[in-house]
């Protein structure tokens, strides 16, 4: 695992290749996935070291959108999403105010 930081040193990309030969099935990839969970990756943050190297990664654009509705839900705020028991006066004037929907969208571009 490698960590390349960005401009200002707060921030980082981890790039994670697997040992062992390197399938193009696409369900390895989705499998790993699956396997990285956050106290996975926390625990090999945790076991790094710093050593300088040199890392060649393409040009390349990723996007990504999560709709957090469910999340949201889960983690005990399902009032907002309901025009019955949505508060938002003490932000809008306006009666009926509820959210519909949540999205996160994320862009990494790779340009040099």
């Known amino acids: 695992m490698a960590a390349i930081p960005y401009e ?8 994670i290749k697997r040992k062992g030969d390197v399938s193009s099935d696409p369900l390895d990839l989705q499998n790993l996935e699956n ?3 956050s106290t996975i990756i926390n625990a090999f943050i945790a076991n ?3 050593l300088e ?7 390349m654009r990723l996007s990504n959108s999560t709709d957090l509705r ?6 005990g705020v399902p009032a907002i999403f309901s025009p019955n028991d949505a508060r938002f006066h003490r932000l809008i ?6 959210v519909d929907q949540v999205v996160h969208e994320t862009v990494v571009e790779v340009t040099e």
């Open 35 to 37: 396997q990285l969970y």
């Open 8 to 15: 200002g040193g707060q921030f980082a990309m981890f790039i």
């Open 93 to 98: 004037a306006k009666e009926d105010v509820w």
């Open 70 to 75: 469910d999340t949201l839900i889960n983690l």
């Open 48 to 50: 790094m070291t710093q």
């Open 53 to 59: 190297m040199t890392v060649w990664l393409p040009r």
